[in-house]
């Protein structure tokens, strides 16, 4: 059974910023494409982030410049770094593979992350 978990997220102010980290258990994130989501409230989930196999990265234009996906390999983790956040960026933030790149994994609680104008 391979179990997500998300952590990193909190409260900050504008303009600060953020580590999330993404580890599972049954699986292994360092052989997936990995995608970091975000939900903000009423919103529909969507993909700010990912990182291949190969360590190639892309960015929804939202965060472009301010997001940062990297792995740690010994770790089996893929984080995100958040810098300059925006009250826009308020959501539950989650892992998963990435859309298209086989069967998502159950998805986990996500960490939230509230920026405060």
């Known amino acids: 059974q391979v179990q997500v978990v998300e952590s990193g997220g909190g409260l900050v102010q504008a303009g600060g910023s953020l580590r999330l980290s993404c580890a599972a258990s049954?699986?292994?994130?360092?052989?997936?494409?990995i995608g970091w989501y975000r939900q903000a409230a009423g919103k529909q989930r969507e993909l700010v982030a990912d990182i291949s196999l190969r360590g190639a990265t892309s960015y929804a234009d939202s965060v472009k410049g301010r997001f940062t996906i990297s792995r740690d390999k010994d770790k089996a983790t893929v984080n995100l770094q958040m810098s300059s956040l925006k009250s826009e960026d308020t959501a539950v933030y989650y892992c998963n593979r990435k859309t298209g790149w086989g069967p998502p994994y159950p998805w986990g609680q996500g960490t939230q992350v509230t920026v405060s104008s």
């Open positions: 049954g699986t292994d994130l360092n052989i997936n494409t």
